[in-house]
């Protein structure tokens, strides 16, 4: 059975102490690629020593997370445009988005440091992976005059509702992110999943956080995707291997990679 997380941060200190480990379980568990976004300036060496250390296993992105634009964001943005032109294989532009969870005093520069990266996605000809985080409406009006062009990615750790889903699906190469969220006790995703068909959802776990039932609490890593799989599966009425096969498939060609 192959399992994909599309998502993981595993370049992060908190996997410092024991990465070898944890790489280690992730391949027990079946996971074959590890998807690993961007965060800021910061965050580029470290996610790229890991990928390089694992090539072939982990694939870096590239983008500015929304949480990271503040008042010097024209000199963060201008090291992304730095990296999408060297020579290092990206497979993404992300992870990028809007966040205004926290705080709204740089909305407008979130809306244009998104806007200039989805550009550079299409001029490289790279998928997006998308942070949305109290701000699905301000992401979509960005995302709507992209609507007939050839952009497509990940709109990553979905907790919305079926009307936002079914918006997300009016953009015909874009999946659905399901992570450790759809096992807590009081997620509405498994209602919301059963109106969006399973050839539009991939997992991933957002490493390490947001780790899922049963272990709850623990640091995140990749190989509890599996966890994810289980619940998912049962959602559907599939069985894990076909799940499994189906969300691979999708995070695949969402990167270019399905032979």
Wanted: charged share 25%; net charge negative.
């Amino acid at each position: 059975m192959r399992l994909i997380d599309s998502h993981s941060h595993l370049f992060l200190e908190e996997f410092a102490e024991d990465l070898p480990q944890v790489m280690a379980r992730a391949r027990e568990a079946g996971v074959t690629h590890i998807f690993m976004p961007n965060i800021d300036s910061t965050t580029i060496g470290p996610m790229l020593r890991v990928c390089r250390e694992y090539k072939g296993y982990c694939y870096p992105m590239i983008g500015l997370h929304p949480t990271s634009v503040g008042a010097d964001y024209e000199k963060e943005l201008e090291i992304v445009a730095r990296e999408l032109a060297s020579p290092n294989e990206f497979v993404a532009v992300g992870e990028i988005g809007m966040d205004l969870y926290w705080d709204k005093t740089f909305l407008r520069e979130q809306q244009r440091v998104l806007d200039k990266q989805i550009e550079w996605a299409l001029e490289y000809g790279l998928p997006v992976v998308l942070h949305c985080r109290e701000a699905f409406d301000h992401i979509y009006n960005v995302l709507k005059p992209y609507q007939q062009t050839p952009l497509k990615g990940i709109f990553h750790s979905f907790t919305g509702t079926s009307e936002e889903a079914c918006r997300i699906m009016e953009f015909a190469d874009f999946m659905i992110g399901i992570n450790g969220v759809v096992t807590f006790k009081k997620s509405t995703l498994p209602e919301v999943l059963k109106n969006i068909p399973l050839e539009r959802i991939v997992l991933e776990t957002d490493s390490p956080y947001l780790t899922p039932v049963p272990n709850r609490g623990k640091r995140n890593e990749s190989a509890y995707v599996k966890d994810t799989l289980v619940k998912v599966a049962g959602i559907y009425g599939n069985s894990p291997e076909k799940v499994a096969q189906v969300t691979s498939d999708n995070a695949l060609k969402v990167f270019g990679m399905l032979k």
